[in-house]
């Protein structure tokens, strides 16, 4: 029998609440398919970890990580760590240190999930966006110059490399054309002058590899006027790191929310572990009150369930997920429920089970 080894980081705030659901819901899934099984191993790293120890995870939490086929992330931040240390100290160093080059995020209205835009069916917000995740405006390039002095100025540089714009540009495209979708590119080379001209480039570069996928590319405030307006012109999008930010938490508000928001960290060549999470955040103002969504975090356990070979079961646990919002007997508060966090993630194993 195949044994999956996944390294858990439950975080912080109701991270470990929302990550203790989705390995239920995995947990279930392979002892349904009785074919493969999986070995969790917990990691307390995070910001209490920190407020101990003046780390977010040891000195040899990589080679530690290393030999995983998956990292299953909670939830990072609290209230008294500077969010910038949490982060870079953290979640970028795991996706840095680990090439996990592609974010993709799913942009989907599932039906039954509250929506946002009232002339939208969810047919209409069906998007998956490709998000390059270890260089441009995050590659922590810049300078810090007569800190504290009347003349002070920072410098924050975007990277963006060949190499790195290729991959996961030639991602995207391989994506569309086998999902025979179109591909649309979104970038701000009216006023970037540099990264952003050179993006476009690439982007028109590639696409001659690929002459069946149709294209388009948009400015990045002329998209987020579309995804609002006519979000069905968007299939799958790529776009930099910290527009794949922006774009993602805007679809996430039409989509059913951030309760509904899932993301995956890929390392495509597996050479190293991928890492699946929920991008709600770590939300200290609930944490412990079984108030917080868990179908985020079972999402993103369907993501990597499809990343591991199992897409099946993936498919059937957001079938779960989409039954679950058409009944609305048992959800979250977010969701206009009274359900708890376990409630919830025990009616996703009572529907995996049929």
């Known amino acids: 029998m195949k044994t999956y080894r996944i390294a858990v980081i439950g975080g912080d705030g109701i991270g470990p609440e929302v990550i203790a659901e989705g390995i239920k819901a995995l947990e279930t899934v392979a002892r349904l398919d009785g074919g493969f099984q999986f070995d969790f ?47 870079w100290d953290l979640l970028l160093k795991i996706r840095k240190s680990f090439d996990q080059y592609i974010n993709l995020r799913p942009v989907k209205l599932l039906k039954g999930a509250p929506q946002s835009l009232k002339d939208a069916a969810p047919e209409d917000i069906d998007m998956i966006f490709v998000r390059e995740n270890t260089e441009g405006e995050y590659a922590g390039s810049g300078s810090w110059l007569f800190k504290g002095k009347p003349n002070e100025v920072v410098i924050q540089d975007g990277v963006f490399s060949r190499v790195g714009c290729e991959r996961v540009i030639r991602y995207a495209y391989e994506l569309a054309k086998a999902q025979n979708k179109t ?39 002329a998209a987020c006027m579309f995804m609002v307006k006519d979000p069905k012109r968007f299939e799958v999008v790529v776009t930099s790191n910290l ?23 890929l390392n495509p060549e597996r050479r190293f572990p991928s890492m699946f999470e929920p991008i709600h955040g770590s939300a200290p103002d609930i944490a412990g009150q079984g108030k917080a969504n868990p179908l985020a975090t079972i999402w993103s356990a369907s993501q990597m369930l499809e990343f591991l070979g199992h897409s099946a079961w993936a498919d059937r646990l957001i079938d779960c997920i989409e039954e679950i919002l058409c009944e609305a007997a048992v959800l979250t508060p977010d969701l206009g429920g009274h359900a708890t966090t376990a409630e919830v993630g025990d009616y996703v194993v009572k529907k995996l089970q049929g």
Request: charged fraction near 20%.
């Open 243 to 265: 527009f794949g930010d922006i774009l993602t938490d805007l679809g996430a508000a039409i989509a059913g929310g951030m309760g509904l928001a899932a993301g995956a960290n």
């Open 183 to 221: 591909l649309t590119s979104i970038s701000k080379g009216n006023a970037l002058n540099y990264s952003m001209v050179f993006w476009d480039q690439i982007f028109k570069e590639v696409g001659k590899e690929y002459p069946t996928v149709k294209t388009n590319s948009y400015l990045v405030d």
């Open 41 to 87: 191993e917990h990691f307390p790293w995070g910001c209490e970890y920190y407020k101990q120890t003046g780390k977010m995870m040891p000195d040899d939490g990589i080679s530690q990580l290393e030999k995983f086929d998956a990292i299953f992330l909670g939830a990072v931040g609290a209230p008294g760590v500077p969010d910038h240390i949490s982060l």
